[in-house]
């Protein structure tokens, strides 16, 4: 920043004239000289207004630093002493500030370094352009273009080491902002004959030349190229080298860059493929053959190199071999075959190589482009940076060319743009807008251009119309032609010209002819014109191109595809040319154009010489002179009144902010406030013009000033506004914070205060409910006292009553106890008393006996000897029998008859007395027994020992009756109101009463009939109407049948002639017969006192009526139970069958 005060200016520490504009006086020689003098002091550049004028000083000089960069970075032109950094400054600034698309157009001959000039043009926009990594990026893809396509499109030529052989063009994309966004190339017509012969002196393209140099052993093995240049046609021997020039570091530049642009691995693979391809085919050579016909065919002579150039370029290598013997036309759908000879496929070998490596070339621009192409498609503000080839001569005028004619036609264009810009077109805006003016004549090279271009009789229109016509056509005919047509033109020489002046011009050839260009005669040599303009490429070698397995080499020739075979001739190389140029004409005049004039200082490349008369020529031709003279006598600065005031309108009072009213007179009130010298300016109809141009850095600095004021002004206004919004919103945010802390704080409250009311009510209702609750215990608890109370009381005077109770039965108690003990006591006493009384009578009685023993033995010992041994054993016997009986009557058993223990005997002798004793105390205990027993038990018992003398392991259903009852009355006649008039007609007492089936004999079935026994006779009554059916005498009875088994069948046999039996006998069955035929056979005994006959057999006859039938007991079946069942089986059998 600090540089940026520091007032410099053009004219401090001047080496003559820093602005051509200042020279005094102004004439050719003091230009030369300020030029000269400059360039002895190292300033190559001066400046005419806005034109910068660059010496090429041949040697590298300090003024190219960063730190240059900086000081001229945002300064204005004529702050600084000149440079094309300012230059550069100037253009970048009014393309991002004034959104005006700009072109730097950079003119001079060949090596007078205008491609160097874009180089540093391009440098300096990229150092003071935005940064960032992209856009970095952007930067060096840019400026990387450079190195590529100067190695494949630049050579060493005489005027020029590094000579560009190729127009070129380049626009560099901004955007809004001033930072670069990419970059499009346009190329225009590269110089290509010389990939197959170069001038003495020159090089082929630098490519061929670094390739064989810089490539490592390994790549040229891949390449099959060999290090030695000698070994290869293309490339001229006499110049190799260049001096200072390191090829083999420059090859690795080219490869870097290309790697930093952007090509693939496999496609910097290719390129340098097809560059050994177009070496190697300068090897190609060919012998002639003669065939059949006579006609000479060529073929090749060394067939390796035709293979490896295949195997370069993956191509079938009889394809190739055939397409250099043979050349098929089609015309017409008929193909014709012809064979070429050997200069005709020397021919189609060159014309191949230089289609193939001006196509490579075009190809490189191409994927260049793809590369640096911006990415984002936005508005973009356009720098143009033009970079043609300079002008040229061939000092041998015979060598020069087509080549050169194109040069030097683009030149021409050049200089006429720069001619219509600055010359002409200002002169005519002066007349146009009114300003007074007096006219300056310039030399106008238009007539030059339309020498060459116009398209009737211009001479690129001849030879397209030559090339075009049927018939043989030679550059002969070509020259012919344009004999004819531009004879007359004052720029046009040939030897066959009418024109008398220049008949005696013996230095033109007679195939040559000589135009007068802006800068100096050229002599063009027409061999190769009409050829060259053809550009011809025999259709087969396309084709062979197209096949090749390399697909950069097949991309580039798209013609060879047969499917899209295009009869059309293509446009010459001429008219290509002339339309690209007009494009890029008319490309330029759209943009602000920013001139760099190169002048060369010397022919010998050498620093530090500057030869007068080669700078006089350039400062004549390219007009510079002329251009002082209008930009002296003209204005510096003009400008269109609206976008003027609106610039500078800030620095009066009444223009600003708005001025009402037409521009004009707003820039006229402008200038008058700002007190400008009326001189310094003029009013044009649309445009004001400002003379100086101090007058116009006066303004632009007053206009910094005043827009720093106005910052600052706006500034302070939108700080304020910026304080207050923040300030105003901090209100707001506060208020509605403090509503919201309001809105908070009243919530929680309120939640408190309700939370409080809650828990006081709880409190109180809590209390209340106590409350209620201790009342209701209260009285619950009085009610309950009063029932204890009252229980208690009741309680007391009962335990009261109680005690008096107990303590009045514990004193009878007492008394009875005490009278008891007092009773035992005298019991005991008495007692012991009697005890004592007794074991004294004993002790008395015991002393007394052994006193009588002692008394006695000694009485009777005289006699112990004869008695006293029996005495005593009978003695000891009776004590035993004594102790035995007595002990027996201890351990006697039971009274139960039925108790079969008896105590073990004690003594062996008395075994006999123990058992004996043993059957009479059973015996007496069965009396004891018996003796309990009452009449009526008795009797029941003398009925069952009855009942078991007379069926006991007779008649099996006896063990079961033993149990039962013999009850005899089952049916209690006497009180049953239905048998009343029965129990009527029985005075007796009735034994047996029970229900018995009567089985009726036809069918074995029985009925039931009640039968009653009584004391003389059984009778045998219905057993619902009770009416008697029988009564028999029990003396009729003979005997009774029944069988050994469990059935009640038994049959009562009469007595023959008896009351009774005339009836037959009768057959019953009952389930209670062993106690009915038991009480039968008592009652029988002791009415009659005779013995039933009881027979007991399985089979009996009974008489029914005078029948007999046989009664025959079978062990049966379990059908019915345990039912037995009788049958009658025929009339003198019933069976029955017993289960
Ligand atoms: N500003 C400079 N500083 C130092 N040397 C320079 C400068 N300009 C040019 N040269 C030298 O002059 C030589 C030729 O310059 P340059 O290639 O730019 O010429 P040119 O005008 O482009 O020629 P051509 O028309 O043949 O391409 C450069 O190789 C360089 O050595
Ligand atoms: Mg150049």
């Known amino acids: 920043m600090a540089k940026t005060e520091v007032k410099t200016s053009l004219l401090d520490n001047m080496v003559g004239v820093g602005d051509m504009v200042l020279l005094e006086p102004l004439s050719e020689d003091a230009f030369l000289e300020n ?32 730190e240059k960069v900086e000081e001229y970075r945002n300064r204005n032109f004529y702050e600084l002493s000149p440079h094309i950094y300012a230059l550069a400054d100037e253009a970048y600034r009014s393309l991002r500030d004034q959104d005006k698309d700009q072109c730097i ?111 490592t052993e390994d790549l040229l093995r891949q390449l099959k190229l060999e290090k030695d240049f000698s070994k290869y046609n293309y490339l001229s021997l006499d110049c190799a080298q260049v001096n200072g020039v390191d090829d083999a570091a420059n090859f690795r530049t080219v490869r870097n860059a290309m790697q930093i642009v952007g090509f693939m691995d496999d496609e910097s693979q290719s390129v340098l493929e097809a560059v050994a391809a177009v070496l190697k085919l300068g090897n190609l050579e060919f012998k002639p053959e003669v065939r059949g016909n006579g006609v000479d065919e060529s073929k090749i002579k060394d067939k390796n190199e035709l293979k490896e150039i295949c195997e370069l370029i993956g191509l079938d290598q009889s394809v190739l071999e055939r397409a250099f013997s043979f050349r098929t036309v089609e015309a017409k759908q008929e193909k014709v075959s012809t064979t070429l000879n050997v200069a005709q496929a020397y021919y189609a070998r060159d014309a191949l190589a230089k289609n193939l490596y001006s196509r490579l070339f075009s190809w490189l621009v191409y994927r260049i ?55 002409k077109e200002e002169q005519e805006e002066y007349i146009r807008e009114g300003i007074e003016w007096t006219h300056i004549e310039y030399f106008n090279n238009a007539v030059i251009c339309d020498l060459i271009e116009n398209n009737t009789y211009g001479i690129l229109a001849m030879l397209d119309e030559e090339c075009l016509r049927p018939g043989t056509v030679t550059d002969e005919t070509f020259l012919e032609k344009l004999n004819q047509v531009c004879a007359t033109h004052q720029h046009f020489e040939s030897r066959m010209s009418k024109s008398s002046r220049f008949l005696n011009d013996t230095t033109l050839p007679h195939n040559c002819f000589r135009i007068q260009h802006y800068a100096g005669k050229v002599m063009y040599c027409v061999e190769g014109f009409v050829d060259k303009n053809n550009d011809l ?140 010298p009326k001189e310094e300016y003029s009013y044009g109809r649309s445009k004001i013009f400002i003379r100086n141009p101090r007058t116009l850095f006066k303004l632009e600095d007053l206009r910094k000033q005043r827009l720093e004021d106005l910052a600052t002004l706006i500034q302070k206004i939108y700080r304020g506004w910026k304080c207050r919004t923040q300030f105003l919103l901090m209100k707001k945010s506060q208020i509605v914070i403090s509503a919201w802390f309001r809105r908070y704080a009243q919530q929680k409250k309120y939640q408190k205060t309700k939370s409080s009311a809650i828990v006081v009510q709880s409190y109180i209702r809590g209390w209340k409910a106590r409350k209620t609750l201790r009342e209701l215990k209260h009285q619950k608890r009085c009610e309950e006292a009063v029932t204890t109370i009252a229980a208690f009381w009741h309680g007391t005077q009962a335990r009261r009553e109680l005690r008096r109770l107990k303590e009045e039965a514990k004193a009878k108690h007492a008394i009875a106890v005490i009278w008891a003990y007092w009773l035992g006591l005298k019991a005991r006493r008495e007692l012991k008393r009697l005890k004592e009384e007794a074991r004294c009578k004993h002790a008395v009685a015991v002393i007394w006996a052994y006193w009588l023993g002692l008394k006695v033995r000694r009485e009777y010992r005289k006699f112990f000897r004869a008695n006293a041994g029996k005495k005593i054993s009978t003695f000891i016997v009776q ?98 109101p239905k048998f009343q008039k029965l129990s009527g007609s029985i005075e007796e007492k009735i034994i047996v009463a029970d229900l018995v089936n009567k089985i009726n004999r036809a069918n074995g079935k029985g009925a039931v009939r009640i039968f009653l026994l009584t004391k003389n006779n059984f009778i045998v009554a219905d057993a619902k109407s009770g009416q008697k059916k029988a009564v028999v005498l029990l003396n009729d009875i003979e005997k009774v049948s029944m069988s050994s088994q469990k059935d009640g069948f038994f049959a009562v046999h009469l007595k023959e002639g008896s009351a009774a039996g005339s009836k037959g006998d009768f057959l019953f069955s009952s389930d209670r017969l062993i106690e009915v035929a038991t009480k039968l056979y008592r009652t029988a005994q002791s009415s009659t006192s005779q013995k039933i006959n009881i027979e007991i057999s399985d089979e009996f006859v009974v008489l029914f009526k005078q029948d007999k039938v046989c009664v025959k007991f079978i062990q049966g079946n379990q059908k019915n139970g345990n039912i037995p069942t009788c049958k009658r089986k025929n009339n003198r059998l019933l069976e029955v069958a017993v289960p």
């Open 879 to 976: 004590r035993i029998m004594q102790k035995y009986f007595l002990d027996m009557k201890k351990k006697l058993p039971s009274m139960s008859p039925t108790d079969r223990s008896w105590p073990p005997r004690s003594y062996l002798f008395l075994d006999d007395t123990h058992k004996e004793l043993r059957r009479i105390f059973h015996l007496w205990r069965c009396k004891k027994y018996r003796d309990q027993f009452t009449e009526q038990k008795k009797l029941i018992y003398e009925e069952k020992l009855e009942a078991s003398e007379l069926f006991k392991d007779k008649k099996s259903s006896y063990p079961s009756s033993v149990g039962q009852r013999f009850d005899g009355d089952y049916m209690e006649i006497h009180t049953n």
């Open 35 to 66: 030029l000269k003098k400059r360039f002895d002091h190292n300033e190559i550049y001066t400046y005419i207004g806005s034109v910068v004028v660059s010496i090429n000083p041949y040697r590298s000089l300090p003024i190219y630093t960063p």
């Open 369 to 423: 482009n793809e590369s640096i192409k911006a990415q984002i498609k936005v508005r973009k503000k356009v720098m143009g940076v033009l970079d043609i080839y300079g002008f040229e001569i061939f000092e041998e005028g015979a060598d020069n060319s087509f080549e050169q004619f194109i040069i030097n036609y683009c030149n021409e264009k050049l200089q006429q743009i720069f001619i219509e810009l600055t010359l």
């Open 105 to 215: 157009l950079i003119t001079g001959e060949s090596g007078a370094g205008k491609t160097e000039a874009s180089k540093l043009v391009m440098s300096y926009v990229a150092a003071v352009c935005g940064k960032g990594i992209e856009v970095n990026q952007v930067k060096e893809q840019l400026l990387q273009s450079n190195p590529v396509l100067e190695a494949f499109g630049n050579a060493k030529t005489v005027r020029n080491d590094n000579s560009s052989r190729f127009g070129k063009y380049m626009d560099i994309e901004f955007d809004f902002k001033g930072d670069p966004l990419g970059g499009v190339i346009s190329n225009y017509l590269l110089e290509k004959s010389r990939v197959v012969r170069q001038p003495r002196g020159e090089r082929n393209f630098h490519i061929f030349y670094q390739l064989l140099s810089g490539a």
């Open 537 to 676: 490429l025999y259709r087969d070698l396309s084709q062979a191109m197209w096949k090749a397995n390399n697909s950069l080499i097949k991309s580039i020739f798209p013609e060879g595809n047969p499917a899209k075979i295009n009869l059309k001739r293509p446009p010459t190389a001429g008219s290509q040319f002339k339309s690209s140029v007009a494009t890029l004409m008319r490309n330029l005049q759209t943009k602000n154009p920013n001139y760099i004039r190169c002048i060369k200082p010397n022919d010998k490349k050498a620093g530090h010489i500057f030869t007068e008369a080669l700078v006089r020529h350039q400062i004549r031709y390219l007009g510079l002179l002329e251009n002082v003279r209008v930009r002296r006598a003209g204005y510096a600065f003009r400008q269109l009144y609206e976008p003027c005031l609106e610039r500078y309108k800030m620095l009066c009072k009444q223009t600003w902010p708005h001025w009402r009213g037409q521009a004009r007179p707003g820039v006229e009130v402008l200038l008058n406030e700002l007190g400008i």
